[in-house]
């Protein structure tokens, strides 16, 4: 096993594998925020007329990918923005379009479809080192953005009206989100392919949610989900049993999903306590004296403590108690 990652081609699969888990995930917190989860799934399939270009003039995929990728992504923020289709209907005609265009120029220009199989659904193990240079440069790129400019992101994804109040430029942020966006499919497309690279966008940001409170935290925790399920799946397809075919890519999705169907009964408990101790979520029930508590709250009175202003309620029996005096307010 020790012998099998020292083989370069492994090291340079496993550093497109960090790089990529964590440049995915990182762009992919703000478009579940922004409600366009499956963003990543369009772009992906407008870069597949990008590889389709670069495979046909001779030049480098990745960086036409690049070029059709951006230009798509820019092109249904334009659509979105401007309110002449709504989002769905501006994904649907990447979809289409994108993949019908890199199949169409593909056949025109002689190549073999099954060429675009190793960019449709990855192919890490076979990664050059220039490759993983790229990876590496642009993943440092969409990383510094997505983290360096979280404030800015996080209240134009949250609300765009606030923020425009605030004076930021909701259109640039918007754009450079579509942007980062597609630059963060063309560096997965290596590693878990054009058609699963919005899996490892979302998935990792789902399973953080179920245990975090805070966009930042979700961030992170987020970013690092995406690096175990990238170095995850790429072991468990390398070390497979002898004579199966296990794809890497595909392979990354499933233990992405993996970690999230893990993390939901977490989630869940964790969602009912937040219930129970949430200062008044819903309608605020009337305040009201109760002189005929059973017994004092305490520290060790063995019911949940929730600070509450500038004092502690106690969970009990469905409501929360306070004491003021010698008696207690039922909140």
Same mark, same amino acid.
């Given at each position: ?21 964590? !440049? ?16 990543? *799934? ?9 590889? $389709? ?11 036409? @990918? ?21 989002? *769905? ?49 642009? @993943? ?58 919005? !899996? ?43 004579? !199966? ?10 233990? !992405? ?23 008044? @979520? ?16 305490? /520290? ?16 009990? *029996?469905?409501?929360?108690? $306070?004491?003021?005096? /010698? ?5």
């Amino acid at each position: 096993m020790i012998d099998l990652l020292s083989l370069p081609f492994m090291q340079r699969a496993l550093i497109a594998a960090i790089f990529t888990g964590l !440049a995915a995930p990182a762009v992919g917190t703000y478009l579940v925020q922004r409600r366009l989860a499956l963003m990543g *799934d369009g772009i992906g399939h407008v870069a597949v007329t990008g590889v $389709a270009v670069g495979l046909v003039t001779g030049t480098s995929p990745t960086w036409t @990918a690049v070029v059709v990728a951006v230009l798509g992504a820019i092109l249904i923020e334009v659509i979105r923005e401007r309110g002449h289709a709504n989002g *769905d209907v501006a994904l649907a005609l990447l979809f289409y379009g994108g993949l019908a265009g890199g199949v169409l120029i593909t056949g025109l220009g002689g190549q073999s479809t099954l060429r675009l199989q190793q960019y449709l659904f990855g192919s890490i193990t076979s990664i050059t080192a220039g490759d993983v240079v790229v990876t590496m440069a642009l @993943a440092a790129v969409v990383i510094t953005l997505c983290v360096g400019l979280a404030p800015q992101l996080f209240a134009v994804a949250l609300d765009e009206e606030f923020a425009r109040v605030a004076g930021l430029s909701t259109r640039f942020y918007n754009v450079l989100v579509a942007v980062v966006a597609a630059v963060s499919v063309t560096v997965a497309m290596r590693t878990v392919g054009l058609l699963l690279v919005s !899996a490892l966008m979302v998935v990792p940001v789902a399973t953080a949610q179920q245990v975090t409170r805070s966009f930042r935290s979700t961030l992170w925790l987020a970013m690092g989900l995406g690096v175990l399920a990238s170095l995850g799946g790429l072991l468990v397809s390398t070390f497979a049993p002898y004579g !199966a075919d296990v794809a890497p890519g595909p392979t990354i999705v499933l233990v !992405a999903l993996l970690g999230f169907v893990l993390a939901w009964p977490a989630g869940v408990l964790i969602r009912q306590r937040r219930r129970r101790e949430a200062p008044f @979520a819903g309608d605020v029930p009337p305040e009201h004296l109760t002189t005929d508590h059973e017994h004092l709250h305490g /520290k060790e009175c063995g019911h949940p403590a929730v600070p509450h202003g500038d004092h502690i309620d106690y969970v009990h *029996d469905g409501h929360r108690h $306070a004491a003021h005096g /010698k008696h207690y307010d039922e909140h």
